[in-house]
């Protein structure tokens, strides 16, 4: 039985400490890390412990509820001030994920509110964030949901579930829809090199909900497509420009033009918070490029020839043209465009 209440727990506050699930073992592992620090958060979205662009907001909002209790035990009055350096660490801690300076910016607009004491004020603002979340993950699923067939076979790229979001997924949250309503026949994951995500995460969390998955390699997506297996390519996002431009996990844009090339439809599903106003078209998106070692390593094992290096972009950009559909908590935007994307916002 698929429910968003059995999605898999990311992140939870506790004791006055932001529990994250330490992605980086999984599936093999289901562990923990404490975030006593504002600090703590910042390095756990660096070191990859939690990732997805909704699950890194949500972290952060956490982060800002560390960072004001700490500030409050120092300065007293002064906390607003004294925060500001630590809110500012984790803003830059992963710059592609608009979601993190979304959170941010939605915690601090209600510093202006806050009482004396604001420690349990700023706690139940980033509970409300979460908890709105997964509302707008469930009414997306909704929404993507209407587009799938019967019987439909549907391609997924890295991951976009309830390990990426506050619980049920962007993308995952459109298949987990779509199955229940028994228009999902068969699930392909790409297995998302270098960090295996699909591999470790996807897969994983599919298995788990009973939804029949098969892992593919990246580069096994073309073949799939045109044998006629795959009716829909989705995917989630960490940035969605004005015009319709979308950041994800690098691949996305390959698979976009392999899709129009094969006649299977590319989808999209992403909250507002994704949705950045301010970036008119993905060529102003700053793309984060992490160590090299991602590629020429693995787990521990050098895999390339020593003085080898690597080119290891974390995202790419998918142009709007390649989008068929692009779907928020608040409906879909068929081919979406710049008017019909603030349109939406607006509401």
Known sequence: MITPESAVR??????????????????????????GTSRDVVDAVVKMVVRGAPAIGIAAAYGVVLAVADAFERAGPRWRET???????????????????????A???????????????????ATTLQERDLADNIA?????????????????????GALATAGYGTALGVIRSAYTGGCVGQVY???????????????????????????IADSAAAALMREGK?????TGADRVAANGDVANKIGTYSLALCARAHGVRFMVAAPCSTIDPATAEGAAIVIEQRDGDELLDFRGTRIAAPGVTAYNPVFDVTP???IDVLVTEKG???????DAIAAMLER
């Open 332 to 338: 879909a935007i068929e081919r979406p465009q710049r």
């Open 230 to 234: 795959i009716s829909w390519v989705i």
């Open 140 to 160: 997306m699923g909704a929404h993507g949901a209407a587009f799938i067939a019967p019987g439909s076979g549907v391609l997924t790229h890295c991951n976009a």
């Open 189 to 215: 994951a790409t297995e998302t090199r270098p960090w295996l995500q699909g591999a470790r995460l996807t897969a994983w969390e599919l298995h788990e909900d009973g939804i029949p998955v098969m892992l």
């Open 10 to 35: 990311t992140l939870y506050f506790e004791n006055g400490s932001l529990m994250l699930l330490d992605q980086r073992r999984l599936p093999h592992d289901v562990a923990y890390i404490r975030c």
């Open 107 to 125: 915690m601090v607009a209600t510093f202006a509110d806050a009482p004396d004491d604001p420690r349990a004020y700023v706690l139940r603002e």
């Open 83 to 105: 925060a500001a350096a630590d809110i500012e660490a984790l803003r830059n801690a992963r710059p592609t994920a608009v979601n993190l300076g979304w959170a941010l910016d």
């Open 320 to 322: 709007a043209e390649l």
